[in-house]
Structures are given as C-alpha cells and as structure tokens.
T-cell receptor
Framework: DADVTQTPRNRITKTGKRIMLECSQT?????MYWYRQDPGLGLRLIYYSFDVKDINKGEISDGYSVSRQAQAKFSLSLESAIPNQTALYFC??????????????FGPGTRLTVL | TQLLEQSPQFLSIQEGENLTVYCNSSSVFSSLQWYRQEPGEGPVLLVT?????EVKKLKRLTFQFGDARKDSSLHITAAQTGDTGLYLC?????????????FGAGTQVVVTP
C-alpha cells in the first residue's frame, strides 16, 4: 500500500463549488504539506503543518484552507472554486529530524479541473 | 520569477546519448535536492547534496553542487528510455531553519529508443 494517499485522484467541478481534497499517510511523519503544480511553474507551497496543532500559510494560500484532523490526515479545501485553481495538487510528508536534508514523500496527486 | 531556474525546459534525446540539466539561483542554499516525476505520480527524491563542490553518483546519474551553493547540475550518461520524466530541483535556502523547499519549474526529459 502507498505511504501517502490522496483522494480523489481526479475531480471536475464548477465555479463557485466547495471542494475538499484529502490526504492520508502511514509514514508516521509529523510534517505535512499541500502543493499545487502548474505547467512551467513547478510546485508551489499552499499550506504546511508541523503537527496537529500547527498550521501555516505557504506562498499561495489565498482561496484555500486546510484542516489537520490527525497526525495522519491533512485536507485541503477550496471554499469557492475558480477556474484558475485548475491544477495538479500534491500532498507530501517529511520527517523533521534532518531539516537540511529531509526528504519529502509525495502522494500521487489530484487533478482538479474547475469549469 | 522562480528562485531556482532550471534549463533547459525540455530535452529530447535518443537512447545512449548523454544529457545535462542545470539548476541555477542567485541565492545560497544549504541543501539542494533532485526529484524525478513520472506521469500520474508524485515526485520521488533522487539525491540530496549539502556541501559546496559535492559530487554524488547514482549509477548513471551524476549530481554536482556548485562551490558557492547557488547552483547544481544533473548529468545522465548513456540515457535509457526509463530515464524519461520531469526532473525537478528543490532547495532549502540558507536563511530557512527548516526543510521548506523551493522548487524549480522542472526539465522534461524524453528519451526515445
């Protein structure tokens, strides 16, 4: 079984709808992240969480919110989806014991299309 | 503007040829990582370099971290079709105290038989 899972894998929605993307991990890592990937822009950080009680904004948090329900679960919500939020979304985890070198483990991604 | 600039954006070569991908910045990084991403999957770490001038080899892949820790390169010798993918560099800036990664836009590598 995959260490980091994301649901759904694909979603098509309409402008103005509320969408939730879910991420679960079995790696036992405290740190979790949400990124979006757009062609030509690479991965950009939306939100990150050091532990269940810690939530921080990344570089592009406007229009998004998150919830850390447990160490293993981190969900991303789009309160009112708009077309420019069409992108590939990735969840990732990392182990903070070696911050200069910590590896990030990515889920398989969710492809979101907002019409 | 990307903090980490990758070049080229796209590279198409035939099996057996060599290739080099570059990752450059005006900022100093305490570490740089290279990831490979295949279609329908998330990025997977290939290597981490932390010391200026460091060279790491992973089979046919050679990674180098610049002396000033502002740039890195990935060289693939005798490319195979299995090397096809999006190569991403990512770094932790020297001023950041934790593993917050800045990603480059990626280089799409296509290796044809």
């Amino acid at each position: 079984d995959a260490d980091v899972t994301q649901t759904p894998r694909n979603r098509i929605t309409k402008t103005g709808k509320r969408i939730m993307l879910e991420c679960s991990q079995t790696k036992g890592h405290d740190r979790m992240y949400w990124y979006r990937q757009d062609p030509g822009l690479g991965l950009r950080l939306i939100y990150y969480s050091f532990d269940v009680k810690d939530i921080n904004k990344g570089e592009i948090s406007d229009g998004y919110s998150v919830s850390r329900q447990a160490q293993a679960k981190f969900s991303l919500s789009l309160e009112s989806a708009i077309p420019n939020q069409t992108a590939l979304y990735f969840c990732a985890t990392s182990d903070p014991t070696a911050p200069r070198t910590d590896t990030q483990y990515f889920g398989p991604g969710t492809r979101l299309t907002v019409l | 503007t990307q903090l980490l600039e990758q070049s080229p954006q796209f590279l198409s070569i035939q099996e057996g040829e060599n290739l080099t991908v570059y990752c450059n910045s005006s900022s100093v990084f305490s570490s740089l990582q290279w990831y490979r991403q295949e279609p329908g999957e998330g990025p997977v770490l290939l290597v981490t370099v932390v010391t200026g001038g460091e060279v790491k080899k992973l089979k046919r892949l050679t990674f180098q971290f610049g002396d000033a820790r502002k740039d890195s390169s990935l060289h693939i010798t005798a490319a195979q079709t299995g090397d096809t993918g999006l190569y991403l560099c990512a770094g932790v800036r020297g001023t950041d105290s934790w593993g917050k990664l800045q990603f480059g836009a990626g280089t799409q590598v296509v290796v044809t038989p």
